[in-house]
Antibody, heavy 118, light 105 residues
Framework: QVQLVESGGGLVKPGGSLRLSCGAS????????MSWIRQAPGKGLEWVSY????????KYADSMKGRFTISRDNAKNSLYLQMNSLKGEDTAVYYC???????????WGQGTMVTVSS | DIQMTQSPSSLSASVGDTVTITCRAS??????LNWYQQKPGIAPKLLIY???SLQSGVPSRFSGSGSGTDFTLTISSLRPEDFATYFC????????FGQGTRVEI
């Protein structure tokens, strides 16, 4: 069964850090680009970052540049998002997704909630 | 960065109606336009990719069209399970979502 499972969310104070993980199963993880997407409560979808299959190509949304770092470990079938200097506006459900043809997000995880509050 | 503008932001419809949602890109994105459906508390689901290709398992009442900067999602014969929020997305350069269209009863 093709599946993505996020973990690592929680409550963190402003200025703090958090590392999200996304475990993949049921497909050849090392052959796919992967992305992180977030959704603030009651808001729309916001793409965060993508990473190529071999980690050679990485892009971030402008608002996340310099604070967030995407990485992957193909041996562990895992994707990561290191988030530093967190702000209240980073409060959101964070999803990981597999990228297929046309770079579409064809498989999504269930999401993990990140709350930034004092 | 490419901006995606969806309209309307919400619409009311009845079972059996045909609804159309539009998405406009701030510059040409070729056919790199995708559509997702999201229900409350659940991750989005891919409906259409590459402007008009139906994702496996998606009912044929969903269809997409367009090119360049203007795209549409059409849902024919609306069913109760189609009441949800729909997002367009460009993947021509990086990835950008539209702001969403809520389809309500």
């Amino acid at each position: 069964q093709v599946q993505l499972v996020e973990s690592g969310g929680g409550l963190v104070k402003p200025g703090g850090s958090l590392r999200l993980s996304c475990g993949a199963s049921g497909f050849s993880f090392s052959g796919y680009y992967m992305s992180w997407i977030r959704q603030a409560p009651g808001k729309g979808l916001e793409w965060v970052s993508y990473i190529s299959s071999s980690s050679t190509h990485i892009k971030y949304a402008d608002s996340m540049k310099g604070r967030f770092t995407i990485s992957r470990d193909n041996a562990k079938n895992s994707l990561y998002l290191q988030m530093n200097s967190l702000k209240g506006e980073d409060t959101a459900v964070y999803y990981c997704a597999r990228e297929g043809v046309y770079n579409v997000f064809d498989i999504w995880g269930q999401g993990t909630m990140v709350t930034v509050s004092s | 960065d490419i901006q995606m503008t969806q309209s309307p932001s919400s619409l009311s419809a009845s079972v059996g109606d045909t609804v159309t949602i539009t998405c406009r890109a701030s510059q040409s994105i070729d056919d790199y336009l995708n559509w997702y459906q999201q229900k409350p508390g659940i991750a989005p689901k891919l409906l259409i990719y590459g402007t008009s290709s139906l994702q496996s398992g998606v009912p044929s009442r969903f269809s997409g069209s367009g090119s360049g900067t203007d795209f549409t999602l059409t849902i024919s014969s609306l069913r109760p399970e189609d009441f949800a929020t729909y997002f367009c997305q460009q993947t021509y350069t990086t990835r950008t979502f539209g702001q969403g269209t809520r389809v309500e009863i």
